[in-house]
C-alpha cells in the first residue's frame, strides 16, 4: 500500500470517527485565535481556554493588547508556561500588527511567520481557521500519528513532518484530517498507552499490523 492510498483510506475513516471537527481552542476574534495559539505551545487546550476568557475582556482589541504593559499579561497567563515570554510575544505581535498590517490578521503563512513568536504551526492553524486555506498544523499529536500510521518516516520534526504530508495529503482535505488527528491523538491514540485494539483505523495502521 502506497502512503496516498493509506492516507485515502485514513481520511474516510476518520471522517467517519470525527464527522465535525474544529480547533479546540475559544475564540471569537481573528486576533484571539492567534494568542490563544500562542499560549498553546507546551500546554494543553483546555488550560488555555480557562485563562483567555478572561484577558481578551480585559484587553478585546489589537491596540488594547498592542499598549498592554507584558506584566499584565503574564499575570493572566502565567499557568500555561513559559508564560514570561509568551507575555512579551503576544504585546510584540500585537505592536506589529497594529504598525504593519492595519490591526488586521495577515492570511498567509509568510506574513504570519514575521510575527514575534509565530511559526509554521500557528501559521498553518491561522490560514486554515480563519481564511478557509489548505493547510498542514503539525502538533504533537499529528507528529506521532503520521509517523505511527505509516505517513511519515517517523520523524519528530515538525517541518519535515508538514513536508512529508504535504506530498500525499489533497490539499482541500488537509485541514480537517490534521483536526481529526488531533482529536484522534487525544481521545484513542495516545502517546503512551494507545488504545490499539478500539483504533477505528488500526486496520490502515502501519504500527499496529507488524
Not at 122 to 145: E, F, M, Q
Request: charged share 25%; hydrophobic share 35%.
Amino acid at each position: 500500500m502506497t502512503k496516498k492510498q493509506r492516507v485515502k483510506l485514513l481520511i474516510e475513516g476518520l471522517k467517519k470517527e470525527y464527522p465535525e471537527v474544529k480547533c479546540a481552542l475559544t475564540y471569537n476574534k481573528p486576533h484571539e485565535l492567534l494568542i490563544a495559539t500562542r499560549l498553546s505551545a507546551q500546554c494543553t487546550d483546555k488550560r488555555v481556554n480557562m485563562v483567555t476568557p478572561e484577558m481578551f475582556e480585559q484587553f478585546p482589541t489589537i491596540e488594547s493588547f498592542a499598549r498592554a504593559d507584558v506584566s499584565e499579561i503574564e499575570e493572566h497567563i502565567k499557568s500555561c508556561g513559559l508564560y514570561k515570554t509568551k507575555a512579551a510575544d503576544i504585546v510584540s505581535m500585537c505592536q506589529m500588527l497594529e504598525r504593519e498590517y492595519n490591526s488586521i490578521v495577515p492570511d498567509t503563512i509568510e506574513e504570519l511567520v514575521k510575527l514575534p513568536g509565530v511559526g509554521r504551526k500557528t501559521a498553518n492553524l491561522i490560514v486554515g481557521d480563519l481564511y478557509g486555506k489548505p493547510a498542514i498544523v503539525c502538533d504533537t499529536h499529528v507528529i506521532r500519528l503520521s509517523g505511527r500510521l505509516g505517513l511519515t518516516d517517523g520523524t519528530k520534526d515538525a517541518g519535515s513532518v508538514e513536508k512529508q504530508l504535504s506530498l500525499i495529503l489533497p490539499s482541500e482535505e488537509s485541514l480537517g484530517f490534521c483536526h481529526r488527528l488531533v482529536w484522534h491523538g487525544r481521545l484513542v491514540c495516545a502517546a503512551r498507552s494507545p488504545k490499539c485494539d478500539s483504533c477505528a483505523v488500526n486496520i490502515y495502521c502501519k504500527q499496529f499490523n507488524k
